[in-house]
T-cell receptor, first 115, second 116 residues
Framework: AQSVTQPDIHITVSEGASLELRCNYS??????LFWYVQSPGQGLQLLLK??????LVQGIKGFEAEFKRSQSSFNLRKPSVHWSDAAEYFC?????????????FGTGTQLKVEL | GAVVSQHPSWVICKSGTSVKIECRSL??????MFWYRQFPKQSLMLMAT?????????EQGVEKDKFLINHASLTLSTLTVTSAHPEDSSFYIC????????????FGQGTRLTVV
């Protein structure tokens, strides 16, 4: 069975500081990995995704993530956080054996940005 | 660009009544849509897969008779919460596969259901 673990429930960073949100996954084959962001009361917006190839992927809003198969991780990073980045971030895993578009989400990390 | 529209964005209903939530794909067709439920400060849990022209596939533990799903057209799926109870209060989100991709999806804005 596929699963996703986001060990940090809450993270607080100062504006301008760097950010790393952790994500570990369990999947029986090569996974499709995603990071989504959710603002209060809103749906999810895709930040970036990894399917294959270069293990460092670039996304929107200056975010990037690195796939590390040996560590089963897909951590999200941003060099300099902006106050507007405060939101809930979800890591998700999917793939062919999971029915393609059937995603399993982590429990999310709530990001707070201090001015 | 292609988006998924979910309506209503919020609804309050009395216990025992039914509530219908609509999920529409705009500018693209979706033979499959997904319904998720999100409890406060928790992750999204897949409830069911909606299949156009056939029965929905429910995840383990989800009551089929309580959460009725209808996917009558290639652009519309509906979730009806029947005989709603306060414990059904939650945030419901739908998604539709992004055309031409394998695992990407567009998500609706979500519906905040409060049962009083």
């Amino acid at each position: 069975a596929q699963s996703v673990t986001q060990p940090d429930i809450h993270i607080t960073v100062s504006e301008g500081a760097s950010l790393e949100l952790r994500c570990n996954y369990s999947y029986g084959a090569t996974p499709y990995l995603f990071w989504y962001v959710q603002s209060p009361g809103q749906g999810l917006q895709l930040l970036l995704k990894y399917f294959s190839g270069d293990t460092l992927v670039q996304g929107i809003k200056g975010f990037e993530a690195e796939f590390k198969r040996s560590q089963s991780s897909f951590n999200l990073r941003k060099p300099s956080v902006h106050w507007s980045d405060a939101a809930e971030y979800f890591c998700a895993v999917g793939g062919p054996t999971g029915g393609g578009n059937k995603l399993t989400f982590g429990t999310g990390t709530q990001l707070k940005v201090e001015l | 660009g292609a988006v998924v529209s979910q309506h209503p964005s919020w609804v309050i209903c009395k216990s025992g009544t039914s509530v219908k939530i609509e999920c529409r794909s705009l500018d693209f067709q979706a033979t499959t849509m997904f319904w998720y439920r999100q409890f406060p400060k928790q992750s999204l849990m897949l409830m069911a897969t909606s299949n156009e022209g056939s029965k929905a596939t429910y995840e383990q533990g989800v009551e089929k008779d309580k959460f009725l799903i209808n996917h009558a057209s290639l652009t519309l799926s509906t979730l009806t919460v029947t005989s709603a109870h306060p414990e059904d209060s939650s945030f419901y989100i739908c998604s539709a596969p992004k055309p031409g991709t394998v695992a990407e999806a567009f998500f609706g804005q979500g519906t905040r259901l409060t049962v009083v």
